[in-house]
Protein backbone atom coordinates (compact mmCIF):
# COMPACT_ATOMS: atom_id res chain seq x y z
CA UNK A 1 0.00 0.00 0.00
CA UNK A 2 1.78 3.56 -1.03
CA UNK A 3 -0.27 5.31 1.43
CA UNK A 4 -2.88 4.84 3.59
CA UNK A 5 -5.37 6.52 1.38
CA UNK A 6 -4.46 4.75 -2.03
CA UNK A 7 -5.72 1.11 -1.90
CA UNK A 8 -5.35 -1.25 -4.56
CA UNK A 9 -8.67 -3.15 -4.94
CA UNK A 10 -9.37 -6.21 -6.68
CA UNK A 11 -12.75 -7.01 -8.30
CA UNK A 12 -13.55 -10.91 -8.77
CA UNK A 13 -16.97 -11.59 -10.57
CA UNK A 14 -17.68 -13.80 -13.50
CA UNK A 15 -20.33 -11.12 -14.78
CA UNK A 16 -18.30 -8.39 -16.71
CA UNK A 17 -21.15 -6.11 -15.85
CA UNK A 18 -21.26 -6.16 -12.97
CA UNK A 19 -17.12 -6.09 -12.37
CA UNK A 20 -17.73 -2.83 -14.78
CA UNK A 21 -20.01 -1.38 -12.72
CA UNK A 22 -18.43 -1.78 -9.52
CA UNK A 23 -15.24 -0.37 -11.37
CA UNK A 24 -16.95 2.79 -12.06
CA UNK A 25 -18.50 3.15 -8.37
CA UNK A 26 -14.71 3.00 -7.53
CA UNK A 27 -13.45 5.79 -9.81
CA UNK A 28 -10.91 7.46 -7.42
CA UNK A 29 -7.71 8.59 -7.74
CA UNK A 30 -7.19 7.15 -4.49
CA UNK A 31 -8.36 3.30 -5.43
CA UNK A 32 -6.31 1.42 -8.06
CA UNK A 33 -8.68 -1.01 -9.69
CA UNK A 34 -8.04 -4.61 -10.87
CA UNK A 35 -10.77 -6.82 -12.36
CA UNK A 36 -11.07 -10.79 -12.33
CA UNK A 37 -13.08 -12.80 -14.24
CA UNK A 38 -12.40 -15.94 -12.31
CA UNK A 39 -10.55 -17.47 -8.84
CA UNK A 40 -7.82 -18.21 -10.66
CA UNK A 41 -7.45 -15.31 -12.38
CA UNK A 42 -7.53 -13.68 -9.22
CA UNK A 43 -5.02 -15.79 -7.77
CA UNK A 44 -2.78 -14.82 -10.59
CA UNK A 45 -3.35 -11.23 -9.70
CA UNK A 46 -2.91 -11.71 -6.42
CA UNK A 47 1.09 -13.51 -7.18
CA UNK A 48 1.94 -10.42 -9.10
CA UNK A 49 0.23 -7.39 -7.30
CA UNK A 50 0.03 -5.93 -3.67
CA UNK A 51 -3.56 -5.75 -2.99
CA UNK A 52 -5.34 -4.33 -0.53
CA UNK A 53 -8.61 -5.32 -0.70
CA UNK A 54 -10.42 -8.77 -2.60
CA UNK A 55 -14.59 -7.73 -3.43
CA UNK A 56 -15.55 -11.15 -4.06
CA UNK A 57 -18.59 -12.74 -5.35
CA UNK A 58 -20.29 -15.27 -3.80
CA UNK A 59 -21.33 -17.47 -6.48
CA UNK A 60 -18.23 -18.05 -9.35
CA UNK A 61 -16.97 -20.80 -11.47
CA UNK A 62 -14.30 -22.85 -10.26
CA UNK A 63 -14.59 -22.60 -7.03
CA UNK A 64 -16.94 -20.75 -4.76
CA UNK A 65 -16.75 -17.09 -3.03
CA UNK A 66 -16.60 -18.75 0.12
CA UNK A 67 -13.65 -21.30 -1.29
CA UNK A 68 -11.45 -18.09 -2.53
CA UNK A 69 -11.97 -16.51 0.47
CA UNK A 70 -10.35 -19.23 2.88
CA UNK A 71 -7.60 -19.46 0.50
CA UNK A 72 -6.83 -15.93 -0.04
CA UNK A 73 -6.91 -15.76 4.11
CA UNK A 74 -4.56 -18.68 4.01
CA UNK A 75 -2.20 -17.32 1.54
CA UNK A 76 -2.33 -14.21 1.72
CA UNK A 77 -3.29 -13.15 5.43
CA UNK A 78 -2.97 -9.27 4.68
CA UNK A 79 -5.05 -8.79 2.07
CA UNK A 80 -8.65 -7.72 3.44
CA UNK A 81 -12.00 -9.25 1.81
CA UNK A 82 -15.21 -8.17 1.33
CA UNK A 83 -18.07 -10.41 -0.35
CA UNK A 84 -20.74 -9.53 -2.69
CA UNK A 85 -24.05 -11.51 -2.32
CA UNK A 86 -27.19 -12.17 -3.38
CA UNK A 87 -30.80 -11.11 -0.64
CA UNK A 88 -31.01 -15.18 -1.07
CA UNK A 89 -26.98 -16.02 -0.08
CA UNK A 90 -27.32 -14.54 3.56
CA UNK A 91 -26.06 -18.12 5.05
CA UNK A 92 -22.99 -17.47 2.93
CA UNK A 93 -22.29 -14.54 4.31
CA UNK A 94 -22.31 -15.32 8.33
CA UNK A 95 -20.57 -17.83 7.46
CA UNK A 96 -18.12 -16.13 5.44
CA UNK A 97 -17.89 -13.63 8.53
CA UNK A 98 -16.96 -16.62 10.26
CA UNK A 99 -14.19 -17.77 7.73
CA UNK A 100 -12.73 -13.52 8.30
CA UNK A 101 -14.01 -11.32 5.31
CA UNK A 102 -13.99 -7.87 6.92
CA UNK A 103 -17.60 -6.71 4.97
CA UNK A 104 -19.97 -7.48 2.61
CA UNK A 105 -22.86 -5.81 0.36
CA UNK A 106 -25.85 -7.47 -1.54
CA UNK A 107 -26.66 -7.38 -5.04
CA UNK A 108 -27.99 -4.95 -6.74
CA UNK A 109 -25.67 -2.76 -5.15
CA UNK A 110 -26.02 1.03 -3.87
CA UNK A 111 -23.04 3.46 -4.26
CA UNK A 112 -23.68 4.04 -0.53
CA UNK A 113 -23.17 0.21 0.39
CA UNK A 114 -20.28 -0.38 -1.48
CA UNK A 115 -18.27 3.32 0.16
CA UNK A 116 -19.04 2.50 3.61
CA UNK A 117 -17.82 -1.10 3.25
CA UNK A 118 -14.63 0.19 1.45
CA UNK A 119 -14.44 3.04 4.45
CA UNK A 120 -14.61 0.18 7.33
CA UNK A 121 -12.68 -2.08 6.00
CA UNK A 122 -10.49 0.87 5.09
CA UNK A 123 -10.21 1.96 8.87
CA UNK A 124 -9.66 -2.03 9.83
CA UNK A 125 -6.72 -2.25 7.23
CA UNK A 126 -5.43 1.02 9.04
CA UNK A 127 -5.66 -0.85 12.55
CA UNK A 128 -3.97 -3.85 11.67
CA UNK A 129 -1.29 -2.06 10.39
CA UNK A 130 -0.64 -0.08 13.47
CA UNK A 131 -1.12 -3.32 15.30
CA UNK A 132 1.94 -5.13 13.35
CA UNK A 133 3.94 -1.92 13.75
CA UNK A 134 3.83 -2.23 17.52
CA UNK A 135 4.02 -6.17 17.23
CA UNK A 136 7.35 -5.26 15.20
CA UNK A 137 8.80 -2.94 17.18
CA UNK A 138 8.29 -5.35 20.07
CA UNK A 139 9.99 -8.47 17.70
CA UNK A 140 12.47 -6.27 17.20
CA UNK A 141 13.34 -5.60 20.49
CA UNK A 142 12.48 -8.63 21.62
CA UNK A 143 15.35 -10.06 19.57
CA UNK A 144 17.86 -7.53 20.57
CA UNK A 145 17.45 -8.57 24.22
CA UNK A 146 18.23 -12.31 23.22
CA UNK A 147 21.58 -10.95 21.39
CA UNK A 148 22.53 -8.72 23.69
CA UNK A 149 21.70 -10.95 26.88
CA UNK A 150 21.64 -14.62 25.81
CA UNK A 151 17.73 -14.67 27.38
CA UNK A 152 14.97 -13.19 26.44
CA UNK A 153 11.88 -11.14 28.58
CA UNK A 154 9.09 -13.63 27.74
CA UNK A 155 5.43 -11.73 27.80
CA UNK A 156 2.84 -11.00 25.07
CA UNK A 157 0.16 -9.40 27.01
CA UNK A 158 -0.68 -5.58 26.80
CA UNK A 159 1.04 -4.81 29.69
CA UNK A 160 4.42 -6.74 28.66
CA UNK A 161 4.29 -5.58 25.19
CA UNK A 162 4.58 -1.56 26.38
CA UNK A 163 7.23 -2.60 28.89
CA UNK A 164 9.32 -4.04 26.11
CA UNK A 165 8.68 -0.82 24.27
CA UNK A 166 9.23 0.91 27.01
CA UNK A 167 13.12 -0.20 27.91
CA UNK A 168 14.05 -0.08 24.16
CA UNK A 169 13.17 3.36 24.23
CA UNK A 170 14.81 4.53 28.08
CA UNK A 171 17.78 2.41 26.95
CA UNK A 172 18.50 5.14 24.09
CA UNK A 173 18.79 7.81 26.75
CA UNK A 174 22.21 7.38 27.95
CA UNK A 175 22.21 9.31 31.67
CA UNK A 176 18.65 8.91 32.79
CA UNK A 177 18.41 7.10 36.10
CA UNK A 178 15.48 5.10 36.07
CA UNK A 179 13.38 3.42 39.24
CA UNK A 180 11.61 0.36 38.87
CA UNK A 181 9.19 -0.81 40.98
CA UNK A 182 7.04 -3.81 41.45
CA UNK A 183 5.96 -6.80 43.55
CA UNK A 184 8.87 -9.43 44.39
CA UNK A 185 9.54 -11.56 41.49
CA UNK A 186 7.44 -9.40 39.02
CA UNK A 187 11.37 -9.05 36.84
CA UNK A 188 13.27 -5.40 38.28
CA UNK A 189 16.24 -6.97 37.77
CA UNK A 190 15.64 -8.63 34.40
CA UNK A 191 14.48 -5.19 33.07
CA UNK A 192 17.34 -3.35 35.06
CA UNK A 193 19.75 -5.56 33.01
CA UNK A 194 17.69 -5.22 29.59
CA UNK A 195 18.41 -1.68 29.86
CA UNK A 196 22.12 -1.69 30.63
CA UNK A 197 22.55 -4.34 27.67
CA UNK A 198 20.53 -2.53 25.34
CA UNK A 199 22.09 0.85 25.95
CA UNK A 200 25.40 2.09 24.90
CA UNK A 201 27.09 1.34 27.90
CA UNK A 202 26.46 -2.70 27.37
CA UNK A 203 30.27 -2.70 26.84
CA UNK A 204 31.25 -1.79 30.22
CA UNK A 205 29.93 -3.36 33.91
CA UNK A 206 26.35 -3.67 35.27
CA UNK A 207 26.72 -3.77 38.93
CA UNK A 208 23.61 -4.87 41.34
CA UNK A 209 24.03 -3.87 44.53
CA UNK A 210 21.57 -4.90 47.35
CA UNK A 211 21.04 -1.75 49.70
CA UNK A 212 19.21 -3.50 52.02
CA UNK A 213 22.31 -5.96 52.37
CA UNK A 214 25.21 -3.45 53.21
CA UNK A 215 25.68 -2.81 57.06
CA UNK A 216 25.70 1.23 57.53
CA UNK A 217 29.33 0.92 58.96
CA UNK A 218 30.44 -0.15 55.63
CA UNK A 219 28.29 1.89 53.54
CA UNK A 220 30.47 4.65 52.46
CA UNK A 221 33.20 2.48 51.79
CA UNK A 222 31.16 0.02 49.32
CA UNK A 223 30.13 2.97 48.18
CA UNK A 224 32.76 5.28 47.37
CA UNK A 225 35.83 3.21 48.37
CA UNK A 226 38.44 3.73 50.55
CA UNK A 227 42.52 4.61 50.54
CA UNK A 228 44.75 2.24 52.16
CA UNK A 229 44.79 2.65 55.62
CA UNK A 230 41.84 5.05 55.92
CA UNK A 231 40.44 3.27 59.29
CA UNK A 232 41.48 0.11 61.22
CA UNK A 233 41.50 -2.76 58.64
CA UNK A 234 41.87 -1.19 55.56
CA UNK A 235 44.71 -3.18 54.44
CA UNK A 236 44.59 -2.41 50.93
CA UNK A 237 43.05 0.39 48.80
CA UNK A 238 39.37 -0.07 47.77
CA UNK A 239 37.34 0.97 44.43
CA UNK A 240 33.72 1.62 45.57
CA UNK A 241 30.51 0.84 43.71
CA UNK A 242 30.32 3.92 42.13
CA UNK A 243 33.91 4.14 40.35
CA UNK A 244 33.66 0.65 39.45
CA UNK A 245 30.56 0.97 37.08
CA UNK A 246 31.74 3.43 35.83
CA UNK A 247 30.49 4.40 32.00
CA UNK A 248 28.45 1.49 32.95
CA UNK A 249 24.87 0.58 35.25
CA UNK A 250 24.84 0.27 39.08
CA UNK A 251 21.48 -1.18 39.59
CA UNK A 252 20.51 0.03 43.36
CA UNK A 253 18.15 -2.64 44.46
CA UNK A 254 15.95 -2.59 47.33
CA UNK A 255 16.48 1.37 47.72
CA UNK A 256 13.65 1.67 49.85
CA UNK A 257 15.88 0.06 52.73
CA UNK A 258 18.47 2.36 52.80
CA UNK A 259 18.48 4.49 56.38
CA UNK A 260 17.92 7.76 56.01
CA UNK A 261 21.55 9.56 57.17
CA UNK A 262 22.66 7.25 53.98
CA UNK A 263 19.97 8.42 51.62
CA UNK A 264 21.48 12.46 52.36
CA UNK A 265 24.89 11.32 51.40
CA UNK A 266 23.68 9.26 48.20
CA UNK A 267 21.42 12.37 47.17
CA UNK A 268 24.88 14.56 47.51
CA UNK A 269 27.09 12.33 45.62
CA UNK A 270 24.06 12.05 42.95
CA UNK A 271 23.83 15.49 42.52
CA UNK A 272 27.76 16.31 42.40
CA UNK A 273 28.46 13.34 40.05
CA UNK A 274 31.58 12.58 41.83
CA UNK A 275 32.51 10.87 44.78
CA UNK A 276 35.30 11.32 47.45
CA UNK A 277 37.00 7.92 49.16
CA UNK A 278 36.94 7.60 52.63
CA UNK A 279 40.10 8.97 53.62
CA UNK A 280 40.91 11.07 50.90
CA UNK A 281 39.64 14.40 49.83
CA UNK A 282 40.06 13.98 46.29
CA UNK A 283 36.76 14.11 44.38
CA UNK A 284 36.57 11.87 41.68
CA UNK A 285 33.76 12.11 38.94
CA UNK A 286 32.43 9.31 38.07
CA UNK A 287 29.47 8.74 34.62
CA UNK A 288 27.18 6.22 36.27
CA UNK A 289 24.03 5.14 35.24
CA UNK A 290 21.57 4.74 38.08
CA UNK A 291 18.65 2.18 37.95
CA UNK A 292 16.93 1.87 41.13
CA UNK A 293 14.55 -0.81 42.56
CA UNK A 294 12.07 -1.29 44.96
CA UNK A 295 8.76 -3.68 45.58
CA UNK A 296 7.74 -1.08 48.54
CA UNK A 297 5.17 1.62 48.05
CA UNK A 298 7.16 4.99 47.45
CA UNK A 299 4.39 7.22 48.98
CA UNK A 300 4.32 4.56 51.84
CA UNK A 301 7.86 4.73 52.28
CA UNK A 302 7.89 8.23 52.23
CA UNK A 303 5.22 8.66 54.46
CA UNK A 304 6.28 5.63 57.00
CA UNK A 305 9.20 5.65 57.28
CA UNK A 306 10.19 8.99 56.12
CA UNK A 307 12.31 8.24 52.70
CA UNK A 308 13.65 11.43 50.97
CA UNK A 309 11.44 12.58 48.52
CA UNK A 310 14.30 14.76 47.15
CA UNK A 311 16.46 11.69 46.88
CA UNK A 312 13.43 9.85 45.36
CA UNK A 313 13.11 12.67 42.56
CA UNK A 314 16.58 12.76 42.05
CA UNK A 315 16.55 8.38 41.12
CA UNK A 316 13.44 8.86 39.17
CA UNK A 317 13.40 10.62 36.15
CA UNK A 318 12.10 7.48 34.57
CA UNK A 319 9.19 5.53 36.27
CA UNK A 320 8.93 1.78 35.24
CA UNK A 321 6.14 -0.04 37.32
CA UNK A 322 5.76 -3.71 36.86
CA UNK A 323 2.84 -5.32 36.64
CA UNK A 324 2.09 -8.29 38.79
CA UNK A 325 1.64 -11.72 37.05
CA UNK A 326 -2.00 -12.19 38.04
CA UNK A 327 -2.92 -9.49 36.63
CA UNK A 328 -1.30 -10.37 32.94
CA UNK A 329 -2.69 -13.97 32.80
CA UNK A 330 -2.15 -14.41 29.09
CA UNK A 331 1.56 -14.56 30.23
CA UNK A 332 1.56 -17.72 32.04
CA UNK A 333 1.12 -20.26 29.40
CA UNK A 334 3.98 -18.78 27.61
CA UNK A 335 6.54 -18.21 30.67
CA UNK A 336 5.54 -22.00 31.76
CA UNK A 337 6.76 -23.08 28.13
CA UNK A 338 9.85 -20.94 28.56
CA UNK A 339 10.66 -21.92 31.54
CA UNK A 340 10.21 -25.53 30.59
CA UNK A 341 11.87 -25.51 27.77
CA UNK A 342 14.88 -23.52 29.91
CA UNK A 343 15.06 -26.51 32.58
CA UNK A 344 14.82 -28.68 29.83
CA UNK A 345 18.30 -27.46 28.66
CA UNK A 346 19.64 -27.22 32.29
CA UNK A 347 18.68 -30.93 32.90
CA UNK A 348 19.25 -32.72 30.15
CA UNK A 349 15.62 -33.43 30.16
CA UNK A 350 13.12 -33.89 27.11
CA UNK A 351 9.67 -32.85 28.08
CA UNK A 352 7.54 -32.12 25.94
CA UNK A 353 4.13 -31.59 26.87
CA UNK A 354 1.59 -30.15 29.35
CA UNK A 355 -1.15 -31.67 30.72
CA UNK A 356 -4.48 -28.90 29.84
CA UNK A 357 -5.30 -29.17 33.84
CA UNK A 358 -1.97 -28.18 34.92
CA UNK A 359 -2.34 -24.79 32.71
CA UNK A 360 -6.14 -24.24 34.05
CA UNK A 361 -4.66 -24.69 37.69
CA UNK A 362 -2.02 -22.25 36.96
CA UNK A 363 -4.55 -19.57 35.54
CA UNK A 364 -6.41 -19.92 38.53
CA UNK A 365 -4.20 -19.14 40.76
CA UNK A 366 -2.68 -15.64 42.10
CA UNK A 367 1.03 -15.67 42.15
CA UNK A 368 1.70 -13.82 45.59
CA UNK A 369 5.30 -14.64 44.19
CA UNK A 370 5.17 -13.60 40.59
CA UNK A 371 7.18 -15.40 37.64
CA UNK A 372 9.78 -16.17 40.11
CA UNK A 373 7.37 -17.96 41.69
CA UNK A 374 6.66 -19.94 38.56
CA UNK A 375 9.67 -20.03 37.96
CA UNK A 376 10.56 -22.71 41.33
CA UNK A 377 7.14 -24.00 40.51
CA UNK A 378 8.29 -25.40 36.75
CA UNK A 379 12.24 -26.30 38.22
CA UNK A 380 10.52 -28.14 41.03
CA UNK A 381 8.09 -30.36 38.34
CA UNK A 382 11.02 -30.32 35.98
CA UNK A 383 13.40 -32.08 38.52
CA UNK A 384 10.65 -34.88 39.75
CA UNK A 385 9.05 -35.30 36.18
CA UNK A 386 10.15 -39.23 34.85
CA UNK A 387 8.32 -38.93 31.45
CA UNK A 388 8.01 -36.30 28.75
CA UNK A 389 4.58 -35.03 30.08
CA UNK A 390 4.48 -32.57 33.04
CA UNK A 391 1.30 -33.52 35.24
CA UNK A 392 -0.98 -31.93 38.35
CA UNK A 393 0.95 -34.42 39.94
CA UNK A 394 4.35 -32.76 39.68
CA UNK A 395 3.20 -29.13 40.55
CA UNK A 396 1.20 -29.87 44.31
CA UNK A 397 -1.99 -27.87 42.80
CA UNK A 398 -4.31 -29.00 45.22
CA UNK A 399 -2.58 -26.19 47.57
CA UNK A 400 -2.45 -23.77 45.20
CA UNK A 401 -6.16 -22.76 45.74
CA UNK A 402 -5.95 -22.70 49.85
CA UNK A 403 -2.53 -20.58 49.11
CA UNK A 404 -4.74 -17.86 46.84
CA UNK A 405 -7.06 -17.17 50.15
CA UNK A 406 -4.03 -16.97 52.36
CA UNK A 407 -2.08 -15.07 50.59
CA UNK A 408 -4.29 -12.52 48.71
CA UNK A 409 -7.14 -10.69 50.52
CA UNK A 410 -8.66 -9.65 46.76
CA UNK A 411 -9.08 -13.34 45.78
CA UNK A 412 -11.17 -13.64 48.83
CA UNK A 413 -13.24 -11.04 47.99
CA UNK A 414 -13.38 -12.63 44.80
CA UNK A 415 -14.41 -15.72 46.03
CA UNK A 416 -17.03 -14.04 48.51
CA UNK A 417 -18.82 -12.30 45.08
CA UNK A 418 -18.50 -15.52 43.41
CA UNK A 419 -20.75 -17.03 46.42
CA UNK A 420 -23.19 -14.18 46.66
CA UNK A 421 -23.62 -14.37 42.80
CA UNK A 422 -23.93 -18.39 42.69
CA UNK A 423 -25.99 -18.11 45.58
CA UNK A 424 -28.52 -15.30 43.40
CA UNK A 425 -28.39 -17.47 40.79
CA UNK A 426 -29.93 -20.42 42.64
CA UNK A 427 -33.14 -18.25 44.06
CA UNK A 428 -34.04 -16.92 40.37
CA UNK A 429 -34.11 -20.45 39.31
CA UNK A 430 -35.72 -21.87 42.17
CA UNK A 431 -38.52 -18.94 41.89
CA UNK A 432 -38.58 -19.51 38.02
CA UNK A 433 -38.96 -23.30 38.67
CA UNK A 434 -36.28 -24.19 36.94
CA UNK A 435 -37.13 -21.97 33.83
CA UNK A 436 -34.11 -20.49 32.61
CA UNK A 437 -35.56 -18.11 30.46
CA UNK A 438 -37.47 -16.75 33.09
CA UNK A 439 -34.92 -16.78 35.60
CA UNK A 440 -32.43 -14.59 33.59
CA UNK A 441 -35.18 -12.08 33.10
CA UNK A 442 -35.63 -11.68 37.53
CA UNK A 443 -31.54 -11.20 37.31
CA UNK A 444 -31.77 -8.96 34.43
CA UNK A 445 -29.50 -10.96 32.78
CA UNK A 446 -29.38 -12.79 29.17
CA UNK A 447 -30.34 -16.03 28.51
CA UNK A 448 -26.77 -16.82 27.43
CA UNK A 449 -24.91 -15.12 30.42
CA UNK A 450 -26.96 -17.02 32.83
CA UNK A 451 -26.73 -20.47 31.15
CA UNK A 452 -22.74 -19.51 31.48
CA UNK A 453 -22.83 -18.72 34.77
CA UNK A 454 -24.65 -22.24 35.62
CA UNK A 455 -21.73 -24.10 34.05
CA UNK A 456 -18.83 -22.08 35.79
CA UNK A 457 -20.79 -22.57 39.26
CA UNK A 458 -21.81 -26.09 38.03
CA UNK A 459 -25.57 -25.85 39.76
CA UNK A 460 -27.83 -28.74 38.95
CA UNK A 461 -30.99 -28.24 37.79
N1 LIG B 1 9.14 -11.65 31.69
C1 LIG B 1 10.05 -12.55 32.09
N2 LIG B 1 10.57 -13.41 31.20
C2 LIG B 1 11.46 -14.33 31.58
N3 LIG B 1 11.92 -14.46 32.83
C3 LIG B 1 11.45 -13.62 33.76
C4 LIG B 1 10.49 -12.61 33.44
N4 LIG B 1 10.20 -11.92 34.56
C5 LIG B 1 10.93 -12.45 35.54
N5 LIG B 1 11.69 -13.48 35.08
C6 LIG B 1 12.59 -14.34 35.87
O1 LIG B 1 12.01 -14.44 37.17
C7 LIG B 1 12.99 -14.36 38.18
C8 LIG B 1 12.70 -13.16 39.07
O2 LIG B 1 12.97 -11.95 38.37
P1 LIG B 1 13.78 -10.75 39.06
O3 LIG B 1 14.85 -11.26 39.95
O4 LIG B 1 14.17 -9.80 37.99
O5 LIG B 1 12.59 -10.15 39.95
P2 LIG B 1 12.60 -8.94 40.98
O6 LIG B 1 11.42 -8.10 40.67
O7 LIG B 1 13.94 -8.29 40.97
O8 LIG B 1 12.33 -9.69 42.36
P3 LIG B 1 12.72 -9.22 43.88
O9 LIG B 1 11.86 -8.02 44.20
O10 LIG B 1 12.33 -10.38 44.70
O11 LIG B 1 14.17 -8.92 43.89
C9 LIG B 1 14.33 -14.22 37.46
O12 LIG B 1 14.88 -15.52 37.34
C10 LIG B 1 13.95 -13.68 36.10
O13 LIG B 1 14.88 -14.07 35.13
MG1 LIG C 1 15.37 -8.23 42.51
Not at 116 to 124: N, V
Not at 413 to 421: F, G
Request: hydrophobic share 40%; glycine share 4%.
Amino acid sequence: MASLNSLSILILDDEKLVRDELGEFLVDPNFSVLKAGSPSEAFDLMSANEIDIAIVDVNLPEMSGLDVLEKVKKEYPEIEVIMISGYSEMDSVIHSMRLGASDFFTKPFRLRDVESAIERTKKFIHLNKSLIEVKRNYSIISEEFYKAMGYEIIGESPQMKNLINIIGKVAKTDNTSVLITGESGTGKELVARAIHYLSSRKENCFYAVNCSAIPESLFESEFFGHTKGAFTGAVDAKVGWFEAANKGTLFLDEIGDMQLNLQTKFLRVLEDRKIMKVGSNVEIPFDTRIIAATNQDIDRLHSEKGFRLDLYHRISSFIIQLEPLRNRKEDIPLLLDYFVKYFNRMMGKNISEIDGAVIRRLLEYEFPGNVRELKNMVERAVIICDTNRLNSSHFQLSSLKDDNRKSNRVSDENLDLERVEMNCIKKALERSNNNKSRAAGLLNITWQSLDRRIKKYKIEI
